[in-house]
């Protein structure tokens, strides 16, 4: 078979395999390659969130630390894990690539958790046991014990620095945005690929919690270990599938060289000719199976560094495209600090809300009752359902009015989602107000390790608006960061994602600690050791407040914000986008 005849089956955007090889879609990628990343991520998922999803009751119950001690640690780790990703999008996109990165790290991430199984399972190095109802009177918990448990804890964050910067990056590269069929095809991944992580989300949240509850912390622990095991496995059986993208240079000084050289060149008058600013020729583009990106008007300022001026180093003097590269990059950072306040709330989820399940009656038949931390099995569920109706209805009447093959952009999206926080954090101070009146009413304010009776469900609510609110700003979160992330800096793009929800959490701790001592000291504290005691009601209700106010910085975010240029603009592609959605629409 000669060149000619196969070179039409080879992609476009520079793909390769592990040894440098241009690739054949035929053989390598789309969906087959991506099963085994969907199957990875719903194993490493549920490894993921067996491990967080009841970490505040076994801090509470095994290391007895109070609420805000417990559930800060909580926040501070969650926080570490989903900022850790920046390095490894840095090593991904500066030196080892994505899948080489991806492995190294998740074999740290398997060791942590060997350790933190072991830490939960050994006498001597497992915590002392404690049978009264308040932390205070536990024997504490030895500096060993502590420095294996949170080592472990930590060494796996190290390790998720690597892979969750890097998997859906590895999943996206699958699909050939040259290739109108495969650009329709990325556009649903990040659906099912977020429908495919809540499967094993799900599993965690009803079945290892009730594991961990019931049965105990060194099974409850140790199936994650294996799932993790096997998730690994999975990932390096589709090796032979994958398309990789070279590591494109360090991103960090691609863009501090803008940066200085713009700087250095502050005072040169900007020029309106093309040919005084620097650019390379196309072909160098195309032999590396990337792009030049054409000027835009935004952040003119950095303009300068690609303005000839006689000095050619690469201090003083930048490509358009790589002065183009830091500007997307820079657009984003608004977006994203749109995104800190709804991460914050996210957090609630396996802190607080769970911690206001423990004051209520879980039963449910007989003897068996629903451990606290299983209702964000509820969170799973709502997510599921609210990405199916989203992908397979509402995306296809919208695109009817709005012609865009997303049904309405991203950043649309990510607002739904924002008033959904503001509503469920609104739903939530209520509900803690009613359970507050029947502490009351029954005389159990004071009471400690007592259950209300009031059932459980009653915290439904406010889980199902959480996976409303994840199905509309957490997917759009992550397709809106990669998809306007410059090519050579996907990884990174991806990470931002990621470090939002890092930052939402250390914004949570910083608010739990900073509300918790101020409403102490001006008399009853809103966040106490025993809830009854508390005004959660309060701290909700400022909540929704802060999300509002967010909600408002949100629309001038909006406002403000360019998208940037597709990849491909030839009449081909757009005329096979067009054919694509139309069998969808018929189907």
Not at 82 to 104: C, E, K
Not at 354 to 363: E, I, M, P
Not at 387 to 397: A, G, S, T
Not at 411 to 431: E, N
């Amino acid at each position: 078979m000669t060149v000619e005849e196969v070179g039409d089956d080879h992609t476009k955007d520079g793909t390769v395999d592990l040894q440098g090889n241009p690739v054949r879609r035929s053989i390598r990628g789309r969906w087959k390659a991506c099963s085994f990343l969907v199957a990875y991520e719903a194993f490493e998922r549920m490894a993921y969130y067996g491990i967080s999803s009841n970490l505040v009751i076994y801090m509470t119950t095994k290391l007895h630390q109070g609420t805000v001690k417990s559930a800060n640690n909580v926040t501070n780790w969650v926080g570490t894990v989903f900022l850790t990703p920046i390095l490894g999008a840095y090593v991904a996109d500066a030196h080892l690539g994505r899948y080489r990165t991806f492995v190294i790290s998740s074999t740290i991430y398997f060791l942590g958790m060997l350790v933190l199984t072991l830490s939960v399972s050994i006498p001597g190095i497992k915590p002392p046991e404690c049978s009264t109802a308040s932390a205070e009177d536990c024997k504490e918990t030895s500096v060993l014990q502590l420095a294996v448990f949170f080592g472990a804890l930590y060494t796996l964050a190290i390790g998720t620095g690597g892979t969750k910067a890097n998997i859906s990056t590895i999943g996206a590269d699958q699909f050939d945005e040259t290739d109108a069929k495969e650009k329709i095809q990325k556009i649903s991944f990040f659906n099912w690929w977020m429908f495919s992580i809540f499967f094993g989300t799900l599993f965690a949240n009803t079945v290892l919690v009730y594991v961990q509850d019931n049965v105990g912390w060194g099974w409850g622990y140790g199936i994650p270990t294996l799932g993790l095991a096997i998730s690994i496995f999975v990932f390096l059986f589709g090796t032979p599938f994958y398309r990789h993208k070279l590591p494109t240079g360090r991103p960090f000084m691609k863009m501090t060289r803008v940066i200085v050289a713009s700087f250095r060149k502050a005072n040169a008058p900007i020029e309106r000719d093309l040919t005084q600013f620097h650019e390379l020729p196309s072909m160098e583009y195309e032999r590396k199976g990337t792009f030049p990106i054409l000027s835009t008007k935004s952040l003119r300022f950095l303009d300068r560094a690609s303005l000839k001026t006689g000095k050619t180093d690469q201090w003083n003097l930048c490509t358009i495209t790589e002065v183009e590269e830091t500007k997307q990059i820079l657009n984003m950072l608004p977006a994203m600090c749109a995104t800190f306040v709804p991460s914050a709330m996210v957090a609630q989820v396996n802190t607080l809300f769970v911690k206001q399940g423990t004051t209520l009656n879980a039963k449910i038949a007989g003897n068996f009752s629903i451990p606290p931390a299983s209702l964000s099995a509820f969170v799973t569920v709502s997510i599921l359902v609210s990405i199916v109706l989203y992908d397979r209805v509402f995306v296809k009447i919208a695109r009817k009015f709005t012609g865009n093959p997303r049904g309405i952009t991203l950043l649309q999206r990510m607002g739904i989602g924002i008033i959904f926080h503001i509503l469920l954090m609104a739903v939530a101070c209520f509900t803690e107000r009613y359970r507050l009146k029947v502490a009351a009413d029954h005389g159990l304010v004071h009471q400690k390790g007592v259950k209300l009776p009031l059932t459980i469900f009653v915290l439904l609510p406010q889980f199902v608006l959480m996976g409303m609110a994840d199905a509309f700003l957490e997917v759009a979160k992550l397709e809106f960061f990669y998809d306007q992330a410059p090519e050579s800096m996907k990884s990174l793009g991806a990470s931002y994602s990621l470090t939002s929800l890092g930052i939402g959490n250390f914004l949570s701790s910083f608010l739990l600690s900073t509300v918790s001592k101020i409403t102490k000291k001006r008399g009853r504290g809103w966040i106490l050791n025993n809830l009854n005691e508390s005004r959660l009601d309060y701290y909700y209700l400022f909540f929704a407040l802060l999300n509002f106010i967010n909600f408002l910085f949100f629309l001038l975010v909006v406002k403000f914000y360019v998208y940037r240029a597709e990849v491909t603009h030839s009449v081909d592609v757009k005329e096979e986008e067009a054919n694509v959605m139309g069998l969808e629409e018929k189907e």
